[in-house]
C-alpha cells in the first residue's frame, strides 16, 4: 500500500470549514483513498472513500487532485466534536482477482476544534 | 445497536497470565479483522477472517498470539503468557467482501498488563 503524509496536528474554529491535506505521490492506479478518524478513547470511525472522483456524504467531501498524488478531506462546518486524530490511507481493494483486506494506519493528523 | 461490540472493555492482567478477548461483528459483515494500538499511535493490523478462515496474519502476531472465527460469527482473541509489552487497545472491525470493504470498528479493548 502507498504511503502517506499529513500534518501531525491542525486547528480549525468552530463553524468554520476544517481542510484536512493528505500526500499519497506513490499512489498506483487501483488504489482507493481512505479517511477515518478517531475521537478519544473511541475506535475508528470510516468516513468515506474515493479513487478518482471527488466525493460528498454526510460527515464529509474528499476532493482528489487529477494526478491523485494528493487529497483534501473537509468537513464543512466544523464542531467541537469533530476534534479527533485523522488518518488518510491508501489501499488496494482488488488486484488480479485478490481481494484485500488490512488498513494501514499512519500517525494521521490531529484536528482540534476551538469554540 | 448492531454494531461491533467486543468484550471486555478493560482487562488488567498479570504478567504471565493468558486473556481472551471477543468481537461480535455486525451480523452480515464476513470479514472481521484484528489490530492493536498503543498510545499516540495508530492501529495495526493483526489478521483478519473471512467466513472462518483465517486470510492473512502479520509478524505482529507471535505464537503467543491466537485468534479463532470458529463458525463465521464472533472471534476471540487469546494471548498468552502476557508480557507488558503486550499492553494496548486491541481493536476489532468487520467488513462486507462487496464493494470497496468500509471497516467498521468496535470500541476496543484495553488490556494492562501489571
Known amino acids: 500500500d502507498a504511503k502517506t503524509t499529513q500534518p501531525t496536528s491542525m486547528d480549525c474554529a468552530e463553524g468554520r470549514a476544517a481542510n484536512l491535506p493528505c500526500n499519497h505521490s506513490?499512489?498506483?492506479?487501483?488504489?482507493?483513498v481512505y479517511w477515518y478518524r478517531q475521537i478519544h478513547s473511541q475506535g475508528p470511525q470510516y468516513i468515506i472513500h474515493?479513487?478518482?472522483n471527488n466525493e460528498t456524504n454526510e460527515m464529509a467531501s474528499l476532493i482528489i487532485t487529477e494526478d491523485r498524488k494528493s487529497s483534501t478531506l473537509i468537513l464543512p462546518h466544523a464542531t467541537l466534536r469533530d476534534t479527533a486524530v485523522y488518518y488518510c490511507?491508501?489501499?488496494?481493494?482488488?488486484?488480479?482477482?485478490?481481494?484485500?483486506?488490512?488498513?494501514?494506519f499512519g500517525q494521521g493528523t490531529i484536528l482540534t476544534v476551538h469554540p | 445497536d448492531t454494531g461491533v461490540s467486543q468484550d471486555p472493555r478493560h482487562k488488567i492482567t498479570k504478567r504471565g497470565q493468558n486473556v481472551t478477548f471477543r468481537c461480535d461483528p455486525i451480523?452480515?459483515?464476513?470479514?472481521l479483522y484484528w489490530y492493536r494500538q498503543t498510545l499516540g499511535q495508530g492501529p495495526e493490523f493483526l489478521t483478519y477472517f473471512q467466513n472462518e478462515a483465517q486470510l492473512e496474519k502479520s509478524r505482529l502476531l507471535s505464537d503467543r498470539f491466537s485468534a479463532e472465527r470458529p463458525k463465521g460469527s464472533f472471534s476471540t482473541l487469546e494471548i498468552q503468557r502476557t508480557e507488558q509489552g503486550d499492553s494496548a487497545m486491541y481493536l476489532c472491525a468487520s467488513s462486507l467482501v462487496e464493494g470497496a470493504y468500509e471497516q467498521y470498528f468496535g470500541p476496543g479493548t484495553r488490556l494492562t498488563v501489571t
Open positions: 490511507i491508501v489501499r488496494v481493494v482488488h488486484a488480479g482477482g485478490t481481494s484485500y483486506g488490512k488498513l494501514t
Open positions: 451480523s452480515e459483515h464476513n470479514r
Open positions: 506513490t499512489i498506483s492506479g487501483n488504489e482507493y
Open positions: 474515493g479513487l478518482k
